[in-house]
């Protein structure tokens, strides 16, 4: 148990520790762990031989200490507990407590390639109704592979900041229309962060997950659907995604996430060899999205068709290479009922079924809103843990 | 005229001086231009005082320099230019010349997002007719706006590395098949290299495609289209593309293209005003495609239907920002003859009518094929330039 008494219960524990990177004032960006409502300077604790991690917690990104590996990243893991436990060192860490609101946050990590997967059943299967109306709701491809595609790594942004309504084509009744994209929506998604890279032309197996990916962000993929709609045939989703992508200031260990693994559901029919994971697991990560403070979705992130293993197997089967920086996103979150869907396309059935937020109705997003997404996971001894939040505002188009 | 009279007439004069970056043995990355078969060591010129870039060409990729921006780069190629004309500075200079035969050349710069377009009409309808035969060729969006979608940035390999072919799912005849791609295939596309980076939530206007695009690359965007075919529904190319994409060693500037910029092919319907580019100029650059030496195909790049500045436009209309090192390029570059065609899809048609290549009936590429892309442009006083080719080897399977 840590002597920060305020961390207790907190889901910002020292079962959790996640990793950030902050800025006091005009300050330069040092890296962090959130422990409850504050900051330890991991930066100061490099410098003053408090933890040693090759000066890699001295910089302003946590690029160089993600590319560490796992032995790494759990020795600096199990310094960090023993600081933040034993009174001992309390003397030297304290000085080095900063409270989150004298900070503000970074980008935690440079991202090097963004890709989103569409891992959710019930998420593919509610678009493919909505969009393909009295067709099948699954493609044939979708239960043999996970469908995935490349993102803009250059717009992805820490939580916070605010999302400018993006402009573009969109449909008209007489051939396309242009201006600010009157569909904005939001995905709830889980971030996967890749920190020891691979070689081009080699494979990494599901089995090598844990040795490549440092941890977990929340994400918000946001999303024009009247400009996706557009132009998404035949080559995907471009301009319709490519004006943000919110992640989380805090990335999660999968080491404080040891708990959090659960059976994923079974896969019918059979997936290739390269897919098998054993054992196939998911992660009971258990997110609300917000709603200009109303929660309006509880998507369950254990019910995820596609594992994150699986997801990194097919990834890389190709022989493309991983770079330290990537994220990989889950594809929205969306569980069986309407209450646990991660996209107000699915809330709102395609905008035709508005809901009452904060006593207005609504379909997609007006000028104004915020959207802050939250999720638990399971911690040691019944207990839980907290994931950073992802926040945004939206700000009209300019 | 230069003083490195091997130089003359080889498409690497002063009116060329494109940029690389290149090693000698063992040692350390190092900025040059080209000049004939000779590499003139930048990083050298700017330690001796000779060129003043700010310490940019010191650096082990282009990047920094590219993002100086336009008077900067025209500054550093006047001052090039004297060095390599006036004979007073024969002695200082040519000691800082190395022969490209001594020479590794690595990546020019470090790639941000990777941004693939479709912008032949042609090469468009020949891939609507092979695999959507008996609709319409090209969907109702493609004149409306240049479809595109983001690539995987970090398998963008140098002009000469090795390409393994990938492994994936593939259709078979009772479901997908797991293997090595049957039918690969090259892209023969131009890319537009970014230098001058804009912020998040504005727009870059077609008029200022010179104040952000650095240059042009050759560009070879390996597609396997098995692995495409069975996963591009309904979210884009995604394996089929992200195992490599070949670039040249040299950049050419802008600058080095003047004389090459020609009206592009009118429009219609007409385009939205964002995409509106006056004077809307293409590129003369022709193409040829080599197929283990044999010259294939040559595409011609003037006849394309969306212009470089109206890519750029559309990729920036929703407020997405740029980053110096984004690469975007054109989309496989087709004429309207079968002997025009960027892709051997194409030149074979889904590989149903194939060619004869040294001698050998072929349809998609063997393991030990070589693929060289090459270019010419229109110089001044009626010559022309030699844009830097891009080639690729393939390497069986792993």
């Known amino acids: 148990m840590t002597w920060v008494t305020s961390a207790q219960g907190s889901g910002y524990g020292v079962e959790h520790l996640p990793y950030g990177v902050?800025?006091?004032?005009?300050?330069?960006?040092?890296?962090?762990?959130?422990?409850?409502?504050?900051?330890?300077?991991?930066?100061?604790?490099?410098?003053?031989?408090?933890?040693?991690?090759?000066?890699?917690?001295?910089?302003?990104?946590?690029?160089?200490?993600?590319?560490?590996g796992r032995p790494?990243?759990?020795?600096?893991?199990?310094?960090?507990t023993e600081l933040l436990t034993e009174s001992a060192h309390r003397a030297a860490v304290e000085p080095l407590l900063v409270p989150?609101?004298?900070?503000?946050?970074?980008?935690?990590?440079?991202?090097?390639d963004y890709v989103d997967f569409y891992s959710s059943e019930q998420h593919a299967s509610n678009v493919g109704q909505i969009f393909r109306p009295g067709q099948p709701p699954l493609l044939p491809n979708w239960k043999h592979l996970p469908i995935g595609y490349h993102g803009r790594a250059g717009t992805v942004v820490v939580s916070g900041t605010p999302v400018v309504r993006p402009q573009g084509q969109r449909p008209g009744p007489d051939g396309p229309v242009y201006g600010p994209?009157?569909?904005l929506d939001i995905e709830a998604e889980v971030?996967?962060?890749?920190?020891?890279?691979?070689?081009?032309?080699?494979?990494?197996?599901?089995?090598d997950f844990a040795d490549h990916v440092f941890g977990v962000v929340l994400v918000n993929d946001w999303s024009a659907r009247d400009i996706q709609a557009w132009e998404y045939q035949p080559l995907g989703p471009f301009l319709g995604k490519s004006f943000a992508t919110s992640v989380a200031a805090w990335v999660t260990p999968l080491d404080a996430l040891r708990h959090a693994f659960v059976p994923a559901p079974d896969q019918d029919?059979?997936?290739?060899?390269?897919?098998?994971?054993?054992?196939?697991?998911?992660?009971?990560l258990r997110l609300t999205v917000n709603w200009n403070g109303e929660p309006v979705?509880?998507?369950?992130?254990?019910?995820?068709?596609?594992?994150?293993?699986?997801?990194?197997?097919?990834?890389?089967?190709?022989?493309?290479?991983?770079?330290?920086?990537?994220?990989?996103?889950?594809?929205?979150?969306?569980?069986?009922?309407r209450d646990q869907v991660g996209s107000f396309l699915e809330l709102t059935w395609g905008g035709a079924e508005p809901i009452t937020v904060a006593g207005a109705e609504?379909?997609?997003?007006?000028?104004?809103?915020?959207?802050?997404?939250?999720?638990?996971?399971?911690?040691?001894?019944?207990?839980?843990?907290t994931l950073g939040e992802v926040t945004g505002l939206v700000l009209p188009a300019r």
Do not use: C, K
């Open 22 to 68: 902050f800025r006091v004032g005009d300050g330069a960006p040092r890296i962090g762990v959130r422990i409850g409502d504050l900051v330890f300077d991991l930066a100061g604790a490099e410098a003053a031989d408090l933890v040693l991690a090759g000066g890699a917690l001295a910089l302003p990104t946590l690029n160089t200490f993600l590319a560490l």
């Open 72 to 80: 790494q990243w759990m020795a600096v893991r199990q310094r960090i």
């Open 100 to 112: 989150l609101d004298e900070v503000q946050m970074e980008l935690p990590f440079e991202v090097a």
């Open 181 to 183: 994209s009157a569909r």
């Open 191 to 207: 971030g996967f962060v890749v920190g020891v890279p691979s070689p081009l032309g080699s494979r990494v197996a599901a089995a």
């Open 269 to 284: 029919p059979p997936v290739a060899g390269y897919l098998r994971d054993e054992p196939h697991l998911g992660l009971d």
């Open 297 to 337: 979705s509880e998507p369950p992130f254990a019910g995820m068709y596609w594992t994150p293993a699986q997801q990194l197997a097919h990834l890389t089967v190709n022989g493309a290479s991983l770079r330290t920086g990537d994220l990989y996103a889950s594809g929205t979150v969306s569980g069986p009922r």
């Open 362 to 385: 609504r379909t997609f997003l007006a000028d104004g809103d915020t959207v802050t997404i939250t999720a638990t996971a399971p911690g040691p001894d019944g207990g839980t843990i």
